[in-house]
């Protein structure tokens, strides 16, 4: 949706507010199919996150990303119960408690934890990404780290660093997601 994390898809680290912002409105109208345009379908299942450009202000991440997680939750339920589409929060990856970007691992858990609380509060499931990436690799294992060398980026963009671990570590994020949402189609559908 917003991959930057910021209603100006050329910025950055406007986190959890692009959902609110009223520049961004009726773009996420259209995402979320609510608008009723036809260029605007209504999809079947919504995966949003925010977090990790959420992270950035120190204490005061907390009390807007509260704010502003209480509204995008109640939207989301709200769209959910009228239109069947099934919603999800993806939470964020954790960072290596170990590398300079510990105060954003404990920020990024605390803003894990509120958007869980919200979602359940709308009767919406919470995807926890952070228990996949904990287990990847050894505490204190710092030459094998699944990221690039600012120990934030995985994926497609530390493919550079092991071939391997691209698909290893993509595939297990992947997987995770998946089963939460086959889970959740199978329980909706009562199988």
């Known amino acids: 949706m917003c991959a930057t994390g910021h209603y100006k898809l050329r910025e950055n680290f406007y986190g959890i507010r692009t959902f609110t912002h009223s520049d961004f409105q009726a773009e996420l109208a259209c995402l979320l199919g609510e608008s009723g345009a036809p260029e605007c379908p209504r999809p079947d299942i919504v995966l949003l996150n925010s977090g990790l450009h959420d992270a950035r202000d120190g204490k005061a991440v907390i009390n807007h990303f509260e704010e502003h997680m209480a509204r995008v939750a109640a939207r989301l339920g709200d769209l959910a119960a009228k239109f069947g589409t099934r919603v999800f929060w993806v939470g964020s990856k954790s960072f290596r408690p170990y590398t300079k970007y510990v105060h954003y691992h404990v920020e990024v858990m605390g803003l894990d934890a509120i958007a869980k609380d919200y979602m359940a509060q709308n009767g919406l ?40 671990l691209k698909v290893s570590v993509s595939t297990m994020l992947l997987q995770e997601i998946l089963g939460a949402v086959c889970k959740s189609s199978s329980a909706d559908s009562g199988d």
């Open 125 to 164: 499931p919470f995807i926890d990404l952070s228990r996949i990436m904990r287990g990847l690799v050894p505490s204190g294992d710092t030459g094998h780290l699944p990221y690039t060398g600012d120990s934030v980026h995985w994926g497609s963009i530390a493919f550079w660093r092991n071939e391997e």
